[in-house]
């Protein structure tokens, strides 16, 4: 199977390997349905959105070359969204913020934005969706969200991001792991209503996962899921993940409202491929939505105390770089 | 015969729209099933069979016990005499109950300190440098009798109080967190002591 093939199809999801046992996953004819299904997305503000699907393993040929990605970034109010966080903080009104920004893509074809974005290599949970409603979805997520395997709960939070040449640097940075330090909490904190009493720990505090072009800190936590509790539960007390918000998350969520300049919709979503008992969920981060012939892609980064203004501006703009 | 049986839970959790509050709850030595959260806001006044409370816990929070309405509470349930441990927002709330003031000081989150534990009546196992994860911007000071500081920081931010003669205890620090080593034990023995 090519991507110029799967561009033909009505609706379809494709997702690389990380949502299946090491091949790629097409699933085809996606049907809109209630609380059930194979494959389910859920937008950063909205409800989680359900459809059943045939899906089966694929090859993939990247028939389609990558293309030069034309953008323009909205990063207005930026540097100042960064200092209302640092007031925030100071004041004990929230400990850690996502703060992000939107990017406008001149018109590519979603096969082409695809092979764009995973030209160096194709991130474990990269996916490419049109839904039956025409939305259409490119992401290149190296971050898994929760996994579910009958009875566990897996999450893998992830903070933390350097070339691979600094992996030393990102290793001895105290800011990146107090940032994934907080996160690790607060995944165990929406974890634990939903497992066995004490049986939310953390597997791995943190360690360091190895791209072909960067280097990225996760932590690993699990627990064991109480009985009947249903993935559209999982959902419920997850989403949106804590990585992508801040801490607490109710308080992280207004100021993002109040900060960021649009939506984030897709961006910052949840997508998650369920076989069986086992169901793999990763975060929309990396991800441009197609809105009309332009699409909107997304990036940012965690605001803590130390966080300097003019580096997280810059940091962001780094992260809009994987388009180029 | 069946008929629906009256809610007797006998440990109330106070839930500050906190992300860590079910790390608390899950670190504490009760059974779920015991356990009543409660959500209070700026206009919460405790009610109900007061009796049949074994223990409080005021859990962590954003901002700070004055808009969160917290102290009125701590007075409250310290004329009952009620078993009370306060993490981190409660344990402002506590030193506030009892004449302390808050101050702004240089902002601590999801970082560890090791922290330096006097023998205590609560915490009689810990005595002695302890690590600890923080999450907090602002500080008690000015802390005086019937409170004790039994813990602070090298730099002497207090860490943790307790109370001359009630069972009541805060902790400024997050025993509930995965970095706090000995954190549960922690608790454990601040209820094994005060209940």
């Known amino acids: 199977m090519n991507l110029s093939e799967i561009a033909k199809l009505d609706s379809f999801a494709l997702l690389s390997p990380g949502f299946g046992n090491g091949h790629f996953i097409l699933c085809e004819e996606l049907q809109p349905s209630n609380k059930t299904g194979n494959i389910v997305i859920q937008p950063f503000e909205g409800e989680p959105q359900w459809y059943n699907s045939f899906a089966g393993e694929i090859d993939l040929d990247m028939d389609v070359p990558p293309q030069k990605v034309n953008y323009s970034a909205d990063d207005k109010g930026y540097c100042e969204g960064v200092e209302t966080i640092r007031s ?69 939070p992830m903070k933390g991001t350097a070339p691979k040449d600094a992996k030393d640097w990102l290793v001895n940075s105290e800011k990146d792991a107090s940032e994934l330090a907080m996160i690790t909490d607060l995944i165990r904190n929406d974890m634990t209503p939903l497992c066995q009493q004490r049986s939310v720990k953390v597997i791995n505090e943190r360690k360091f996962i190895e791209l072909p072009y960067v280097v990225q800190a996760v932590s690993d936590v699990e627990g064991i899921l109480l009985p009947e509790v249903t993935v559209s539960d999982i959902l419920k007390g997850l989403h949106p993940c804590g990585s992508i918000t801040g801490a607490p998350k109710q308080a992280a969520i207004q100021l993002i409202k109040q900060l960021e300049n649009t939506p984030r919709k897709y961006y910052c979503g949840s997508l998650g491929y369920i076989n069986d008992d086992k169901a793999i969920f990763s975060i929309l981060i990396r991800t441009a939505y197609r809105s009309g012939k332009e699409w909107i892609y997304g990036a940012g980064g965690g605001i803590v105390w130390d966080s300097e203004p003019a580096l997280e501006l810059e940091e962001a703009r780094m992260k809009m770089g994987i388009l180029k | 015969m069946t008929s629906s049986v009256p809610e007797n839970k006998s440990i109330l959790f106070f839930e500050n729209k906190d992300s860590f509050s079910w790390n608390v709850i899950d670190a504490l030595p009760f059974s779920r099933a015991d356990i009543k959260i409660i959500h209070p806001d700026s206009n919460y006044l405790p009610d109900g069979n007061i009796a049949s409370v074994k223990a409080v816990i005021i859990g962590p929070g954003p901002m700070d016990p004055v808009r969160t309405g917290l102290i009125e509470l701590v007075q409250f349930y310290a004329a009952q005499k009620t078993p009370l441990l306060g993490i981190c927002l409660g344990f402002q709330a506590i030193g506030m109950a009892f004449g302390a003031k808050l101050i702004r000081t240089n902002p601590v989150h999801g970082k560890r300190s090791s922290i330096s534990f006097s023998p205590s009546r609560y915490f009689p196992g810990f005595t002695g440098i302890v690590e600890v994860m923080r999450y907090h911007s602002l500080s008690l000071n000015d802390i005086k009798s019937p409170l004790q500081i039994i813990a602070s920081t090298s730099d002497g931010i207090p860490m943790a109080v307790e109370h001359e003669t009630l069972p009541i205890a805060g902790l400024q620090f997050h025993p509930d967190s995965f970095a706090t080593k000995r954190g549960v034990e922690m608790i454990q023995s601040f209820f094994d002591n005060a209940i």
Not at chain 1, 94 to 103: E, F, G, P, S
Not at chain 1, 126 to 134: F, H, R
């Open chain 1, 88 to 156: 925030n903080i100071a004041s004990g009104n929230v400990y850690q913020v996502n703060l992000t920004m939107r990017a406008t893509i001149s018109e590519i074809s979603g096969a082409e934005l695809f092979a764009s974005l995973c030209k160096n290599t194709v991130p474990g949970f990269a996916a490419w969706v049109k839904l039956p409603d025409g939305n259409e979805i490119v992401s290149a997520s190296p971050e898994m969200f929760f996994e579910r395997n009958n009875s566990t709960l897996h999450c893998q």
